[in-house]
């Protein structure tokens, strides 16, 4: 990808990112209407003022990537409606499930490779550990850190634990850069599932309601 100024976050870290020459998630549900919207200005606000990746392909897989957990959210939402006819309980349950897949799936907190295998096999069924995934890769691949001055050595500097995104990218996500077209479609398939799953609980609740 094309090379970009650098970018230096505030804080006495000095962190200094230098964009190579190679070619950042939440699923609770909307309450306002026109999620697709929403989703988008929600990306061009974050990479505005979070100072993200702004090459015109990355923001667009960024803003893939948060347009799938606000439809996920609302289907889910859809789906649990069929089952809990209160809105509160409803929306309360949507958003600790995301608190839960954020915690177990993105591997924020904790590697999920360090996770016991119980949360290792639950982060799989979660969308935030693909959203998390994509965002990850999307941003760190192709650069190059720095600590302070360009001109010190990252060597001599221990606040430099990566000198390369790649690095960071397989400590925190091993693997993620080859599955990235995976991820994709594995987080865009979760919307026709709970398309399908809320069809046939209304179908069931229209045919327990009927009898």
Same mark, same amino acid.
């Given at each position: 990808m094309g090379d970009l100024s650098s970018l230096t976050p505030g804080g006495s870290m000095g /962190?200094?990112?230098?964009?190579?020459?190679?070619?950042? *998630?939440?699923? !609770?549900?909307a309450t306002a209407?026109?999620?697709?919207?929403?989703?988008?200005?929600? !990306? @061009?606000?974050?990479?505005?003022?979070?100072?993200?990746?702004?090459?015109? =392909?990355?923001? +667009?897989?960024?803003? !893939? !990537? /948060?347009? =799938?957990?606000? *439809?996920i959210g609302e289907? *889910?939402?859809? #789906?649990?409606? +069929?089952?809990?006819?209160?809105?509160?309980i409803v929306n309360s349950v949507v958003a600790l499930l995301s608190i839960a897949g954020v /915690?177990?799936?993105?591997? %924020? *907190?904790?590697?999920i490779q360090e996770m016991?295998?119980? %949360?290792?096999?639950?982060?799989? $069924?979660?969308?935030q550990k693909y959203c998390s995934e994509i965002l990850v890769?999307?941003?760190?691949?192709? /650069?190059? $850190?720095?600590?302070? @001055?360009?001109? #010190?050595?990252?060597?001599?500097?221990?606040?430099? =634990?990566?000198?390369?995104g790649i690095q960071f990218i397989e400590k925190t996500c091993p693997g993620a850069t080859s599955r990235f077209t995976m991820n994709f479609l594995i987080l865009y398939s979760f919307i026709p599932a709970l398309v399908i799953l809320g069809i046939v609980v209304f179908k069931i609740r229209d045919h327990l309601i009927s009898r």
């Open positions: /962190l200094q990112v230098n964009r190579g020459s190679q070619s950042s *998630l939440e699923g !609770a549900p209407p026109e999620p697709h919207s929403l989703g988008i200005l929600h !990306a @061009s606000y974050s990479v505005r003022t979070l100072g993200l990746h702004p090459e015109v =392909a990355r923001f +667009g897989y960024f803003s !893939a !990537a /948060l347009l =799938a957990p606000h *439809l289907f *889910l939402t859809l #789906v649990l409606l +069929g089952i809990v006819q209160n809105p509160n /915690l177990v799936g993105s591997g %924020f *907190l904790r590697n016991p295998i119980p %949360f290792k096999i639950i982060s799989y $069924f979660t969308f890769v999307n941003e760190f691949y192709g /650069l190059n $850190f720095t600590c302070g @001055s360009s001109n #010190v050595s990252v060597t001599t500097n221990p606040m430099c =634990a990566f000198t390369q």
